[in-house]
Antibody, heavy 117, light 111 residues
Framework: EVQLEESGGGLVQPGGSLRLSCVAS????????MSWVRQAPGKGLEWVSVISGIGGSSDYADSVKGRAVISRDNSKDTLYLQMNRLRGDDTAVYYC???????????WGQGILVTVS | QSVLTQPPSVSGAPGQKVTISCTGS?????????VHWYQQLPGTAPKLLIFGNSNRPSGVPDRFSGSKSGTSASLAISGLQTEDEADYYC???????????FGTGTKVTVL
């Protein structure tokens, strides 16, 4: 059974930093692209970032480009998202998802809330 | 600002059929990139409903079907059931943005 479990969320002040983690299980982590998707309160889904299976390439949404860094540790089956210079409009539930780019997000974590205030 | 446009809401009586449209452009759906659909029940994470325009993952009822034509795609729910009340999102890839894009989302209400 595929499982994705996010951690690291919470309340942070504007201008601060946060690192989200996502531990994966139930599939061969290193063979799959992984993504972060977020959802502001009462709003729709917004793709944030994607990283390839071996971590050699990544892409970012314009809204976080220059402020976010996605990374992975395939030895720990863990995905990360480092968010810097956080703003109020970064407040959202952040989901870790398996897949990305032209592939579907076929499994999702339960989400973790990040509040910037 | 979402790149893919969906109607904000659709509704139907139990047993009826509803259709949700997803309109994109020549840099995403029109460029040949697949469209995927997600169902998000209240307070839960999204779930993959349709992948590759018209394919259902294991466990998804065949009441759900997807199609794609030109710069648009659609999701149809036939035999509407109360448990289908949820938000639905389409998603594709955009070559101009070099990233995934989601639709604006559609709330389905069962009357």
């Amino acid at each position: 059974e595929v499982q994705l479990e996010e951690s690291g969320g919470g309340l942070v002040q504007p201008g601060g930093s946060l690192r989200l983690s996502c531990v994966a299980s139930g599939f061969t982590f290193r063979n799959n692209a992984m993504s972060w998707v977020r959802q502001a309160p009462g709003k729709g889904l917004e793709w944030v970032s994607v990283i390839s299976g071996i971590g050699g390439s990544s892409d970012y949404a314009d809204s976080v480009k220059g402020r976010a860094v996605i990374s992975r540790d395939n030895s720990k089956d863990t995905l990360y998202l480092q968010m810097n210079r956080l703003r109020g409009d970064d407040t959202a539930v952040y989901y870790c998802a398996k897949g990305g780019r032209w592939l579907p997000f076929d499994f999702w974590g339960q989400g973790i809330l990040v509040t910037v205030s | 600002q979402s790149v893919l446009t969906q109607p904000p809401s659709v509704s139907g009586a139990p047993g009826q059929k509803v259709t949700i449209s997803c309109t994109g452009s020549s840099s995403n759906i029109g460029a040949g990139f697949d469209v995927h659909w997600y169902q998000q029940l209240p307070g839960t994470a999204p779930k993959l409903l349709i992948f590759g325009n018209s394919n259902r993952p294991s466990g998804v009822p065949d009441r759900f079907s997807g199609s794609k034509s030109g710069t648009s795609a659609s999701l149809a729910i036939s035999g509407l059931q109360t448990e289908d009340e949820a938000d639905y999102y389409c998603q594709s890839y955009d070559s101009s943005l070099s990233g995934s894009v989601f639709g604006t989302g559609t709330k389905v209400t069962v009357l």
